[in-house]
């Protein structure tokens, strides 16, 4: 992975950043020891690692304004970090600039539950917040299947999805406010409990936007009632086309489910051979189907969505009559990617999001790089909302096989663009997509982002080598690897 | 009368502003003009018209998506919609009547540049949360997009977010992408008499979390709604889960002493047009109207105090993070005394009013220093010269 070359004025400064983020972050906030460093050297993207300069920890946001300060004068760059556990490389540190971690704003610091909103510290995991109002009836909904890890603040930065996202929305359409904190060290008050806030909508634009901008101190969130019952569909189909006829048949119908997801027949039997979840091996697609809310209703909607599969070559039709059936549904989807990993020695996971109704072609298309590249290939998608996770199944001990599955990710995710679609549905662009953003943009459209970026960041320290494509882009492109089994953060599921 | 150029095509759109921008010609961007007295009054150089970048370019139902031209009616959409039974779900207001401009006339252009969202704004999401992908022209006269047409996207800023609602100050819209969900199958509305605001904002706010899943919460003091005052909560969706969620409501939420009727569908659905479209203010010749935001459970005390200070008439939409104030007299409470009077995290936005009122107040809520600085920036990166619809949004 090329980053972009380290300013040596920023190298020579080491000894005044030091002693000046010493005097802003007091105690073991300031790391420089090479062994502690390394637990920062990357995140969920294992296949770059690089050493920060420093690693500096603040605990108020007068102290993130300060280092901002700082930093600034030196010319010092800035990667925030939250959990670490981004897939796109977006908290990778770089050699010229410190590692701004986000660990000790963890406080849960208002639950407002008449206006249905929590101010939250952006160190908070996203699970966190569920946990702090669940007692009451209330979840936080976008739910990143690195949920127990991931913070609020990386998914403010990521704009962080989920399964349910379809009825649920993104983090986007999840959070009211932040506070954020510019390269001058300026706090501003962006949104808040009062909704549609004066002046263009900055909110919107800071999440998502992967720590270029800024950095958040503080995160509002919508809080919503927890619904009163889930119950589940699983249905196995003959082929991928009619699975995805039966998606689009459901909301052509005027259901919106929950979840919806989809496993092709690789995935299927991988997760059936990992822990026998009781998925028809016979099928080449299978379907499981959500639907969520009060009682009445989601058994109503169970009805009507039995009737519509039925209509549409399903092969087998199961409904949950339980929790803990309902959860067993689940749980081959959602060992899905350990499946793969014990299948194989190392798998490469996709994010691109696609129009559903060329979900057909784009799967026999996956097919055909999959036979030109020789390497094998298991897809879940969640089919709810067409974002796409290939898992290209590779073994980075034989010599070409690692470019392969690289060129093979980049010849998907160009297909994903070609059909209507976007690079990345909800990992993020980060450094792992940098460069094919000039498949989806041209440079009228990459200037513009550009230019808002300068607006904010004109120095361009925030998270330099994310987002944009270098100047004189390399081939070589990184990407979410996972070799062995043993990924970077072996008890969370990704899904 | 200035010069107008009804643009036919985003390379003429583009071409009109890149040659602005190389005269330094300041541009007023109209739609349809429905909404043209919302903001602060401008005199610009030349007028810029989208209405001839109309039609639905892309519309699959199952796929939840539509795309138009910026031009294209809003009513050509909705009906396109509804023969699919599908909706825009942040249902738009028309302000025609209550901004003295023609009803059904709007554009979706300019829905998106006002991010004006209905009664459904506190479940479903304001414009800005329905907007997928957008093509522009920005302040340079270059065409650019963001976006897509797919609602699980984070490829590069979420510049739709930005845009939406903008007034036209960073860039001319030429096509919009945008998401559609079904329309509810049935939809009726309890309405609560002789609530007062207090107790119609608690009820609301419990009944909005929880699984009564309403989908509107406004209430009329007793000289807006005819016999008293009155709370209005809305339950749409499928048949039986409609008809589930109504008992849930009153045996739960509501309880046996208030006394509560129901109003069920083509009447409840006007009734919600209404509330959407602020019509109890419509034809009060040389009124002024507010739009305040506010946490909810700050309605109230906040409504208390505009009684006590003004000769204004309110009422309340979004179960209490809106309210809509009439004000009879121009002059008489200026923006600075609105404006003192909201809690912390409030805003006011003046909607409609006369040109003189909206020429001599701050028609939307000033900012902060370090803020506004910042947003100054952001235009510019748009719109250097600061040409499209320069001072609307001051």
Redesign the interface.
Known sequence: MRMPTPDPLALGQYRQLIEGLRAIVPGEGVIVDERELAAYESDGLTAYRQLPMVVVLPETTEQVAAILRLCRDLSVKVVPRGGGTSLSGGALPVADGIVLGMSRFNQVLEV??????ARVQPGVTNLGITRAVEAH??YYAPDPSSQIACTIGGNVA??S?GVH??KY??T??NVLGVVLV?IDG?????G??????????????V???EGLLGVVTEVTVRIL?K??TARAVLVGFPTNAAAADAV??I??S???PAGMEMMDRPAIHAAEDFIGAGYPRDAEALLIIELD?????VN??IERVVAVVEQRQAGSIKVSTSEEQRLAFWAGRKAAFPAVGRISPDYYCMDG?????RLPEVLDGIAAFSRKYDLKVANVF?AG???LHPLILYDANQPGQLEAAEAFGADILRMCVKV??????????GVE?RDL?ND??DE??????R??????DPSGLFNPGK?FPLLSACAEQGRMHVSGGATRFPNIPRF | MVETIRVTSEAMAAETIASAYAQGRSVEIAGRGSKWPFGRPIHTDMRLETTGLAGITLY??????MRAGAGTPLEEIEAALAAN?QMLAFEPRDLGGLLGTTEGTQSIGGVVAT?L?GPR??VA??V??HVLGLRAV?GRG?????G???????????????L???FGT?AVFTEVTFKV???P?TEETVVLHGVDAETAV?LM??A????A?ISGAAWMPAALAEGGDRAFLRLE??G??V???RR?LMETIVGGTVEATVVEAEESHSLWRNIRDVRVFHGRWGQVVWKL?????DAPALLQRLGEQTDGEAFID?GG??LWLSLPCPGDAPAGLIRGLLPD???A?LVAGPEAERAAQAV??P??A???A??A??????DPKSILNPGR?A
Not at chain 1, 451 to 456: I, M, S, Y
């Open positions: 407002d539950y008449l206006n249905r909103t009836g209330f990521e704009n999805g996202c379809l929305g993104m986007t359409n510019t300026d706090v501003v008050h962006l808040g409990s009062a909704l549609d806030s004066p002046g263009y909508d900055l909110v919107g634009l999440v998502g936007s009632p619904p009163e689009a048949a909301i052509g005027g259901i919106i809310g009060p009682e009445v209703e109503h909607l999001t696609i129009p559903r109704a969640h909302d067409g974002n209507g679609g976007v690079l990345t549905g909800e990992h993020g662009v997509k953003m989806q943009f009228v459209d990459l200037d513009q982002q230019r808002v970026k300068d607006a904010f987002m | 699959e139902p199952a796929e939840l998506v039974g991010n969202a704004r506190c999401g304001a800005r949360d920005n270059e065409v650019f997009k963001t897509g047409r797919v609602v699980k996207n984070v490829t590069g800023y979420d510049l739709c977010k930005l939406t609602g903008s960073l969900l079904p329309a199958e608690r706010g419990r909005l979390g929880s699984a899943d969706g499928f039986p889960s008809k589930a969620r849930y935001a506010v946490r909810p459970s979004g993070a809106f995290g409030g805003h936005t939307f809520q900012l902060p370090p803020l506004a910042l947003e920036r952001v235009k510019a990166s748009f949004m």
